[in-house]
């Protein structure tokens, strides 16, 4: 292969991956935003994504709603869903100490599995793409790119960059910020806390309905779409440093470069595990991820 | 015995400590006062090796400390408290002394119930006997402190670093404080080297002072001089005084 | 002294199991789920300890269990060393790794620690899928069973199922008693002051890092030799056992138990092996329902159910004796778990 072919093989590479990054920035900021306002590693993020998947796959097949309201529709209701799992599954927690994490990590644990084999149940044969008319291809001379996946790409962009935006300018936004860096100090200027955690974690779960859906759209969603979602998700926040909103952001696209680069240069299979060697060697140099995160 | 020289530690662009040098007599009890922020908990730290310091070196007894790890620096005879009072909190007062006690102990056959009994001793000494078995988060601030003292003891130090132990004690207290330091003093043979913001219970308490601000050294001298020095009252009071 | 020794919780679990394999000797599925229930017992104080005892968020269990599995495996396969060597070689191998974990993660704490070693997890099981062929790939491997041993007119059958049933229950209980034993005196005051401020125990002498290596070492070791008591027991070894699935089963074990308590270990197994057993009726809606009796679960009970047990057989030893005169009322039987 020539040098020039090599080149544009590994720009589209690394475009892909970035692509692929933005697909999943959307679940890995719900979990750092998680964590960092309820302190709690929360393992049915997958499944939250797998969840809005199959909502919208159900409302387009089964009620016959176009996409667009489908996916809103799923959104919120995998909204709601967070918001029902935080009331019932993790409040009874809130205040016991260390003892929390681990519990909360457990409670996260069993939600997964109880979705997971719940969609399972109710689709045996679920295995399929998200339909979609948008099949045009643009092309930028060297590098050709569904058109799918482009607005797949900025979707992501914008929704994190409005979320950002909402975080800094809106009085709710800056609360959540404020529990997330001081509960005690944010009850004290008359934050209601616990309402501000379910928000964040309803908040969380809809960020990574959306980022399942988007999954379907180019992938396909399958049942068990939720741990391997759920390690990639790990593995970004913890690059990115947990809790940390811009790093989880910079982390998905590193990491969907990395994926992308071990699917050209070594095999397909072994892209998890290259994943996780890059984060542990990070970790054991850098303690708390790449950027700042909290502990 | 102990002595620093040129101290220096950053964090990130800000200078905790600039060149501090220092040293403790034998016997003394040392003061270390300075607005907060000055960087005497700082010292304290980097002096136990819970931080490294960037520049300069530390010396205990003729031997070099500064790279030692923190428990090392135990064996070597020095104990600390903290200033937020870090007592293990799931464990009583006995057992957070005993922890100190298993390390005097460490390689001796002792018995067991010869180390209860010495635990039990050092609660003793700062009046906490009747609630050792009381889980420490359960204790007062106050009490916390003082089984952050009888902990440090436990080690059988030669030099014990009290980090702001007054703080937060009314004036009664702060008497039976005093009272109860200089009664430990003689018959374990301790340097004290002491972080306080109440000057006056200072200025009872210590032969000598040395004051910090902005991670500086500016002065020391007996309680009398510090308490006169014109920048050490600009420190603490501003400016326009 | 007869009374002393009804006192010992390791003498009435012996007890207890002695007679259920009177009981159930002939049942053998019950008696294969009680073997699994000692081994997973045994793999579960490795989430005790590190998780509940030092607060070192270990997430790689399976993949210790599958250290040893595999070791035991592999040295069988292509040294045709004997089982009982075996055992403790892989123990050691997996101890080992366990130490270079150790030191890696020195520094890292808390969810970054889970984060690294719930990689160390998954990248474990992805290199036994791909070094194939020494590790047979996802076609596993055959591990042979204790073999058997001639003394002229009687032949010991070491393979056999009783044997390994008493055999694991005495690894379990030995084990336990080791850790309890262990964190009795200094290192389990030591590994306790390191879990909740570890600052505070520098500062009064503690050795950190051996003390995190330590606990590691242990983790790693226990891990590996249950592992080998697993593939020796199953017979055939596979990388799907050592999936991160197994790090969840070990340490839910813990969890379910009481992750503070040790005799949680053998409680928390048996929910872990029992309970989808008993929700096989439920047929396909097993693991969701798995997955919802864990949450109420970890709601209601959060400090898991050996407390609940504890106070139930207390309650029946006390009602018992006292029914028979054997207690006075004043005096109540007590055992702690």
Same mark, same amino acid.
């Given at each position: 292969?020539?040098?020039?072919?090599?080149?544009?093989?590994?720009?589209?590479?690394?475009?892909?991956?970035?692509?692929?990054?933005?697909?999943?920035?959307?679940?890995?900021?719900?979990?750092?935003?998680?964590?960092?306002?309820?302190?709690?590693?929360?393992?049915?993020?997958?499944?939250?994504?797998?969840?809005?998947?199959?909502?919208?796959?159900?409302?387009?097949?089964?009620?016959?709603?176009?996409?667009?309201?489908?996916?809103?529709?799923?959104?919120?209701?995998? +909204?709601f869903?967070?918001?029902?799992?935080?009331?019932?599954?993790?409040?009874?927690?809130y205040?016991?100490?260390?003892? +929390?994490?681990?519990?909360?990590?457990?409670?996260?644990?069993?939600?997964? +599995?109880?979705?997971?084999?719940?969609?399972?149940?109710?689709?045996?044969?679920?295995?399929?793409?998200?339909?979609?008319?948008?099949?045009?291809?643009?092309?930028?001379?060297?590098?050709?790119?569904?058109?799918?996946?482009?607005?797949?790409?900025?979707?992501?962009?914008?929704?994190l960059?409005?979320?950002?935006?909402?975080?800094?300018?809106?009085?709710?936004?800056?609360?959540?910020?404020?529990?997330?860096?001081?509960?005690v100090?944010?009850?004290?200027?008359?934050?209601?806390?616990?309402?501000?955690?379910?928000?964040?974690?309803?908040?969380?779960?809809?960020?990574s309905?959306?980022?399942?859906?988007?999954?379907?759209?180019?992938?396909?969603?399958?049942?068990?779409?939720?741990?391997?979602?759920?390690?990639y998700?790990?593995?970004?926040?913890?690059?990115?440093?947990?809790?940390?909103?811009?790093?989880?952001?910079?982390?998905?696209?590193?990491?969907?470069?990395?994926?992308?680069?071990?699917?050209?240069?070594?095999?397909?299979?072994?892209?998890l595990?290259?994943?996780?060697?890059?984060?542990?060697?990070?970790?054991?140099?850098?303690?708390?991820?790449?950027?700042?995160?909290?502990? | 015995?102990?002595?620093?020289?040129?101290?220096?530690?950053?964090?990130?662009?800000?200078?905790?400590?600039?060149?501090?040098?220092?040293?403790?007599?034998?016997g003394?009890?040392?003061?270390?006062?300075?607005?907060?922020?000055?960087g005497?908990?700082?010292?304290?730290?980097?002096?136990t090796?819970?931080?490294?310091?960037?520049?300069?070196?530390?010396?205990?007894?003729?031997?070099e400390?500064?790279?030692?790890?923190?428990?090392e620096?135990?064996?070597?005879?020095?104990? #600390?408290?903290?200033?937020?009072?870090?007592?293990f909190?799931?464990?009583? /007062?006995?057992?957070?002394?005993?922890?100190?006690?298993?390390?005097?102990?460490?390689?001796?056959?002792?018995?067991?119930?010869n180390?209860?009994?010495? $635990?039990?001793?050092?609660?003793?000494?700062?009046?906490?006997?009747?609630?050792?078995? /009381?889980? /420490?988060?359960?204790?007062?601030?106050?009490?916390? #402190?003082?089984?952050?003292?009888?902990?440090?003891?436990?080690?059988?130090?030669?030099?014990?670093?009290?980090?702001?132990?007054?703080?937060?004690?009314?004036?009664?207290?702060?008497?039976? $404080?005093?009272?109860?330091? #200089?009664?430990?003093?003689?018959?374990?043979?301790l340097?004290?080297?002491?972080?306080?913001?109440?000057?006056? $219970?200072?200025?009872?308490?210590?032969?000598?002072?040395?004051?910090?601000?902005y991670?500086?050294?500016?002065?020391?001298?007996?309680p009398?001089?510090?308490?006169?020095?014109?920048?050490?009252?600009? /420190?603490?009071?501003?400016?326009?005084? | 002294?007869?009374?002393?020794?009804?006192?010992?919780?390791?003498?009435?679990?012996?007890?207890?199991? %002695?007679?259920?394999?009177?009981?159930?000797?002939?049942?053998?599925?019950?008696?294969?789920?009680?073997?699994?229930?000692?081994?997973?017992?045994?793999?579960?104080?490795?989430?005790?300890?590190?998780?509940?005892?030092?607060?070192?968020?270990?997430?790689?269990?399976?993949?210790?269990?599958?250290?040893?599995?595999?070791?035991?495996?592999?040295?069988?396969?292509?040294?045709?060393?004997?089982?009982?060597?075996?055992?403790?070689?892989?123990?050691?191998?997996?101890?080992?790794?366990?130490?270079?974990?150790?030191?890696?993660?020195?520094?890292?704490?808390?969810?970054?620690? =889970?984060?690294v070693?719930?990689?160390?997890?998954?990248i474990?099981?992805?290199?036994?899928?791909?070094?194939?062929?020494?590790?047979?790939?996802t076609?596993?491997?055959?591990?042979?069973?204790?073999?058997?041993?001639?003394?002229?007119?009687?032949?010991?059958?070491?393979?056999?199922?009783?044997?390994?049933?008493?055999?694991?229950?005495?690894?379990?209980?030995?084990?336990?008693?080791?850790?309890?034993? @262990? %964190?009795?005196?200094?290192?389990?005051?030591?590994?306790?002051?390191?879990?909740?401020?570890?600052?505070?125990?520098?500062?009064?002498?503690?050795?950190?890092?051996?003390?995190h290596?330590?606990?590691?070492?242990?983790?790693?070791?226990?891990?590996?030799?249950? =592992?080998?008591?697993?593939?020796?027991?199953?017979?055939?070894?596979?990388?799907?056992?050592?999936?991160?699935?197994?790090?969840?089963?070990?340490?839910?074990?813990?969890?379910?138990?009481?992750?503070?308590? @040790?005799?949680?270990?053998?409680?928390?197994?048996?929910?872990?092996?029992?309970?989808?057993?008993?929700?096989?009726?439920?047929?396909?809606?097993?693991?969701?329902?798995?997955?919802?009796?864990?949450?109420?679960?970890?709601?209601? %009970?959060?400090?898991?159910?050996?407390?609940?047990?504890?106070?139930?057989?207390?309650?029946l030893?006390?009602?018992?004796?006292?029914?028979?005169?054997?207690?006075?009322?004043?005096?109540?039987?007590?055992?702690?778990?």
């Open positions: 292969m020539g040098t020039e072919a090599f080149w544009h093989l590994l720009l589209k590479n690394l475009l892909n991956g970035i692509v692929f990054g933005g697909l999943l920035s959307l679940t890995a900021v719900g979990l750092t935003l998680i964590f960092g306002v309820l302190d709690i590693p929360n393992f049915a993020q997958g499944e939250f994504a797998m969840i809005g998947g199959f909502l919208s796959i159900f409302f387009m097949k089964s009620l016959g709603f176009p996409l667009i309201p489908a996916s809103v529709c799923a959104v919120i209701l995998v +909204f869903i967070g918001v029902l799992c935080e009331r019932l599954c993790i409040s009874p927690f205040g016991r100490g260390w003892q +929390f994490f681990v519990l909360s990590f457990f409670v996260s644990l069993g939600l997964a +599995f109880f979705f997971e084999d719940l969609v399972k149940n109710l689709r045996p044969t679920l295995c399929e793409v998200i339909p979609c008319t948008l099949t045009g291809v643009i092309d930028l001379g060297f590098y050709q790119i569904g058109t799918l996946r482009l607005i797949a790409f900025f979707i992501p962009i914008t929704i960059f409005s979320l950002y935006v909402f975080s800094k300018r809106t009085l709710l936004g800056m609360a959540i910020n404020a529990v997330a860096q001081d509960t100090g944010a009850t004290l200027v008359g934050i209601n806390r616990s309402r501000i955690y379910t928000l964040t974690f309803g908040l969380g779960a809809a960020l309905g959306l980022s399942g859906i988007l999954y379907g759209l180019i992938f396909g969603i399958y049942p068990t779409m939720g741990m391997d979602l759920n390690f998700g790990f593995a970004i926040v913890a690059f990115g440093g947990m809790g940390n909103f811009l790093g989880a952001i910079l982390a998905s696209f590193l990491i969907g470069m990395i994926d992308s680069l071990t699917a050209m240069f070594i095999e397909s299979n072994y892209k595990m290259v994943i996780f060697v890059t984060l542990i060697l990070i970790l054991i140099f850098k303690p708390s991820g790449l950027l700042k995160g909290k502990s | 015995m102990l002595r620093g020289e040129r101290i220096s530690k950053h964090f990130g662009g800000i200078s905790a400590l600039t060149n501090v040098d220092f040293h403790v007599e034998e003394e009890i040392l003061g270390l006062i300075g607005p907060n922020g000055s005497k908990s700082t010292l304290f730290n980097v002096i090796n819970l931080l490294r310091p960037d520049g300069g070196n530390l010396f205990f007894k003729g031997k400390i500064t790279h030692m790890k923190t428990h620096i135990c064996k070597l005879g020095i104990a #600390r408290t903290f200033q937020e009072v870090r007592t909190k799931e464990m009583t /007062a006995l057992e957070n002394v005993l922890a100190g006690v298993y390390f005097r102990y460490r390689g001796l056959a002792v018995g067991k119930a180390q209860i009994k010495e $635990a039990q001793d050092l609660l003793d000494s700062v009046n906490l006997s009747a609630k050792q078995n /009381a889980l /420490a988060k359960d204790l007062s601030l106050v009490d916390q #402190r003082k089984l952050e003292i009888a902990r440090a003891l436990s080690l059988r130090p030669s030099l014990l670093l009290l980090d702001e132990v007054l703080a937060g004690l009314i004036p009664g207290e702060v008497e039976q $404080a005093l009272e109860m330091i #200089r009664r430990i003093k003689e018959p374990l043979a340097t004290i080297f002491i972080i306080e913001h109440n000057i006056k $219970a200072l200025t009872k308490l210590c032969t000598r002072i040395i004051v910090l601000n991670g500086e050294k500016i002065t020391e001298g007996s009398s001089e510090v308490v006169k020095n014109p920048s050490v009252i600009q /420190a603490y009071l501003g400016e326009k005084v | 002294m007869m009374y002393r020794l009804f006192r010992n919780k390791y003498f009435l679990l012996f007890l207890l199991f %002695l007679a259920t394999f009177v009981v159930l000797r002939d049942n053998s599925y019950l008696i294969y789920l009680l073997v699994m229930i000692f081994i997973y017992a045994t793999t579960a104080l490795t989430a005790i300890l590190p998780i509940g005892h030092v607060g070192q968020l270990v997430l790689c269990q399976g993949a210790f269990w599958g250290l040893g599995a595999y070791s035991y495996a592999l040295l069988i396969k292509y040294y045709g060393l004997s089982p009982w060597a075996c055992l403790p070689i892989s123990t050691l191998c997996s101890g080992l790794v366990g130490l270079g974990i150790a030191f890696s993660v020195m520094r890292t704490k808390g969810i970054y620690l =889970g984060i070693t719930l990689s160390f997890g998954v474990f099981q992805l290199v036994l899928i791909n070094l194939n062929p020494l590790t047979g790939g076609s596993g491997v055959n591990t042979p069973h204790f073999p058997r041993l001639n003394l002229g007119a009687y032949t010991i059958n070491f393979g056999s199922e009783p044997f390994y049933y008493f055999f694991c229950l005495v690894s379990f209980l030995g084990t336990m008693a080791f850790l309890e034993w @262990l %964190l009795k005196g200094k290192v389990g005051i030591y590994l306790r002051c390191i879990k909740q401020d570890e600052t505070a125990a520098k500062s009064i002498g503690i050795n950190f890092r051996f003390y290596v330590l606990s590691f070492l242990l983790t790693a070791c226990m891990g590996g030799f249950a =592992g080998s008591l697993f593939a020796s027991f199953q017979g055939f070894i596979s990388p799907t056992l050592f999936a991160f699935d197994s790090t969840l089963s070990i340490i839910l074990s813990g969890v379910v138990g009481g992750i503070t308590r @040790l005799p949680g270990s053998i409680v928390g197994a048996s929910f872990v092996v029992i309970f989808p057993e008993i929700l096989r009726f439920l047929a396909d809606y097993r693991i969701t329902f798995y997955g919802l009796s864990l949450v109420f679960l970890l709601i209601f %009970l959060p400090e898991g159910l050996t407390p609940l047990l504890e106070k139930g057989f207390r309650f030893v006390n009602v018992i004796l006292s029914r028979r005169g054997y207690l006075k009322q004043s005096e109540k039987f007590k055992v702690d778990l």
